[in-house]
């Protein structure tokens, strides 16, 4: 390939302007958000500055990004990947503990979170690998070596510990694996398999809630208490269900939709194993955590604890109506009812002085932002650049929904930043990065090898 | 565009998905636009009003209630203000930290558990300690920094004028409870306010509750205010204007207490219209205790200080339901007064013998004669003429068995038996015997003090039976008059003037010559009768119903001494102390007593 033009020539011919526009209305909604979040701790300045500082490092490391094409991290993936591992390994070792987490590297004058950037090595590591197994995707082996690349991560991961990174990592995935060509039929079976594994505890958690079910006299709660103390119980609906699947595997075989009795032997293995898996996920949480699941269902159940964070976040975004409270009018916001608020919760804070109309502003924004990086994905020159891009535009997808889902009660709360909002220096460096990879694609679509 | 190296058909495929994802991707932003909708247009102004509620709180300042006076105006009642210690509870602390309650602990030298309240929401303050001084106050607020959440606010605490003498009268105050707010919520009365407890304090709450106030503020997350928007004042309640007489009040009392054992009841009503004068029960309270933990004693003592015994207790009327028996006789029998019996002390009815309470007997006694040395034997003929149902009907005349309807709160009914009764509850036949018994006021015939008070105001009255009243009238802040008395004429008995005159002339004769000469004042003439009832628990009770002066009566005495004994030898003196106090009169009680007149007639 030759070609003449300089770097910014050609950047400014990549640029696609509806990804950055959105980009940029994005952060800088963020920025008068976490102003007014920090406004009454008395700190506004310094959070404001310290964003926008990372904003700026992430414009220049964006820049660096994009001029770096991508292809080398292909070539390099073995190294990108012992890079994650060591980034994730040393958090462990030098890292400082806050709130009983180990996430932070400390440097004296700023603190990092080396899994902002592990998470994007992650997304390189596993499209190279999928991009260089394209022929044998729908192979059991290429499953196992996909969660076998995940599991180095999930494990480093869980022993910081942050559960809430994992949700995303493990969302983005499988989309991965469903893009490249992965065996639709395995990947329901795995999803199959970690639904019923988190599921059934929290359902049981959840029916306990239930008025008709907390009364041990009545059948429903007698099934679900000797479901809960005894072992055998929760075997016999394992087995009723592996039991279901074959009986309309052979029904179906007997109306002529003749389907390989291999499917129905792997659905009820992933039922049996699921449920086998449930058990021992519901004798290793903690009876807060288990309760933390299930109370955005039923916050008011316990107003002062669990469930604060829920009722305090939702009466600050419904309280938003319309057209908001005004910036720095916000009652939930300035009179500190709205827990974390300039991180997590920064979503409320939004939907509380900016209203409806601004809140909806920020979904379509993202949603802008999803839609370019998918065409990036589309139009990229080769299958590597296609999975990279659509690895990160559903990363942005899992946490924004997952951080929105929260704050609006319609998930369990965790902590997930809303990636370009939320006031976090790492987060903001690695969302640009990560953008600067987008446009490394994007520059070298019309590159020809 | 397609994938360099790549064939177009391995491309397509990975079209296909891609569009599949973004439909997805895009579903999931729906989603979470449909439940923006939801929460910020559908139920905004649901979440608007409740982040309001959660932000403004209304500082509570307790109004003191209305102030109770005598009828010279001179208070009874009054406020003073006493501070209090609250926990605001804030962000996720519902109790104040150990650390805080140890410090308040140390400061104030008190044991102080703070109660969890269940049903906590935002805004419900947490009492930590009450009625403290002025220093224990400021030392708080010096420490006000460790002590977080904990502030001392101003609140008016009842101050009893005599409170021993007045404690029945007046009543007390205590913080309602949660049976009583779930009766009186729709009256407007919450958690955490005070209500009147017996008495005027009890009756009359309802005027003399005052209107609270307090700052409606604007608090943060930790509970500190952050703005304040506006003030209310809190008004004090209406001023009751009771006819109690405190000098009076305080006779009845000192005469009551010095008696033979101290127990029992006196009620003074004003015969012309029925006001109560004085009212006393003892043993009585101090009122000013009401809340702290000495209260608690009275409330284990077996005699029953809390008790309103004026209205609540229930005695045999003993021999002033001669009363009763006179007036029926008179009216129904024909009475010569120039014939008489003879009184042996005993009498004799069946194979049982009933004695009278001389034991030597009074000899040969005429009607008059038999009242005033309250002869049982000529009672017991007058009950074998009369019948029982003859006494019965009398009784109820004279409202036995009926509330006065005086307004105090609690006030029993008392018990007229009859045969009927008699066979429901005992399966036994009603004798003569009985009706003997019946006809001297003993056995299950019951009244209350306040009832034999209004009997003999209307025997004052010669029939018209008034209503008791204590509150005369109650005036507002504004100076309104909210509440005005009117004197009512329960109803009038209709007896002949020839038992009236009868009735009169043997009462004064009990004092002048009978049994209730212990209450004889010189220049006043003075009517009464005395009696004593049959207490199955230990000593009779001594009773004495009178008033004076007796051609132009002005006030009505009822004195019961419980267990006091005879009611000629124990309850005339109480009387007479307050005949006293009325009038006027020196101390001559020596002299009455040393001339005994004995007449065995």
Known sequence: ?449 | MVWQKESKFIYEIFLEKHKIILVFFALLFILLSVRLFYLQILKGTHYRKVSDQQRMYNTHERAPRGIIYSDNGSMMVGNDFTYVALFYPFEQQETPSDETIEQLSKILKRDIKPTIDRGWRYGRVVKLADNLTMEEMFKIQEKKLILSGISVVKEPRRVYFYPEQNSHVTGYTGEINAEEVARLYEQGYKPGDYVGRGGIEQYYDRFLQGTDGGWQLEVNAKGNQTRAFKYIHPEIGASVHSTISQQLQNAAYDALKNSATGRGAVVVLDTKTGAVKALVSLPGFDTNKAGTREFAKYLKDKDLPLFNRALQALYPPGSIFKIVTFAAAVELLDINLKETEICTGSFELGDRWYACWLKSGHGRVNLIAAMAQSCNIYFYDLALKLGVRNIERFARKFYLGERTGIDLPNEKKGFIPNPEWKKMKTKMSWLQGDTLIFAIGQGALSVTPIQMADMITAVANRGVYLRPYIVDNIINIKGEEVFKHTVRTRDTIELSEETWDLLYESLVETVENGTGRRSKLSGIKVAGKTGTAQNPHGENHAWFVTFAPADNPEIAIAVIVEAGGGGGLNAVPVARKIYESYFGIEDIEEEAVEKPKRKNR
């Open chain 1, 1 to 449: 390939m030759i070609n003449e033009k300089s770097f910014f020539h050609r950047f400014a011919n990549a640029i696609d302007i509806w990804l950055l526009a959105s980009l940029f209305a994005l952060v800088l909604i963020g920025g008068f958000a976490v102003y007014s979040a920090s406004f009454n701790y008395g700190i506004s300045s310094k959070y404001v500055t310290v964003q926008t500082a990372a904003f700026f490092l992430g414009i220049v490391l964006m820049l660096f990004t994009a001029g770096f094409n991508y292809q080398y991290y292909r070539q390099l993936d073995k190294a990108v990947y012992i890079f994650s591992i060591l980034l994730l390994v040393s958090v462990l070792i030098f890292g400082v503990t806050i709130n009983g987490a180990k996430r932070w590297i400390n440097f004296g004058f700023f603190s990092f979170q080396p899994v902002e950037i592990a998470k994007l090595a992650y997304i390189l590591v596993i499209s190279s690998f999928l991009d260089k197994n394209w022929k044998n995707i729908k192979k059991p082996s290429a499953l196992a070596y996909t969660f076998a690349i995940l599991m180095g991560h999930f494990i480093l991961i869980m022993a910081q510990p942050a559960f809430s990174s994992i949700l995303p990592y493990f969302l983005v995935t499988l989309v991965l694996l469903y893009v490249a060509g992965a065996e639709r039929f395995y990947l329901l079976c795995i999803s199959l398999f970690c639904g019923l594994s988190v599921g059934i505890p929290l359902l049981i958690e959840f029916l306990k809630l239930q008025p008709f079910v907390a009364n041990p006299s009545s059948y429903i709660g007698y099934f679900i208490n000797s479901l809960q103390s005894n072992v055998i119980g929760i075997f016999y609906v394992a087995v009723v269900i592996v039991a279901l699947i074959f009986v309309i595997w052979w029904l179906l075989w007997k109306f002529r939709v003749k389907i390989s009795i291999i499917y129905a032997v792997l659905l009820g293995f992933a039922v049996m194993f699921g449920f086998m898996a449930s058990m021992s996920v519901e004798k290793s949480l903690k009876d807060y955590q288990r309760k933390r699941m299930v109370v955005f269902l039923y916050p008011e159940t316990d107003s002062r604890g669990a469930g604060y964070n829920v009722i305090q976040s939702k009466i600050a975004m419904g309280s938003g109506k319309i057209s908001g409270k005004g910036f720095l009018k916000g009652t939930q916001t300035q009179l500190g009812f709205l827990p974390e608020q300039h991180t997590d919760f920064i979503f409320s804070v939004i939907g509380e002085e900016g209203g409806w109309f601004f809140s909806q502003l920020v979904i379509l924004l993202y949603f802008i932002f999803i839609w370019r990086a998918l065409i990036i994905a589309r139009e990229s020159r080769d299958r590597y650049g296609s999975l990279v891009a659509m690895g990160i535009a559903a990363m942005f997808v899992f946490y924004a929904v997952i951080n929105i889902s929260m704050v609006t009660g319609l998930m369990p709360v965790a902590g997930v930043p809303l990636l370009f909002l939320s006031y976090g220096g790492s987060s903001m460096v690695s969302s640009m990065i990560a953008v600067g990879l987008l446009f490394s694609i994007h520059m070298r679509r019309y590159t020809y090898y």
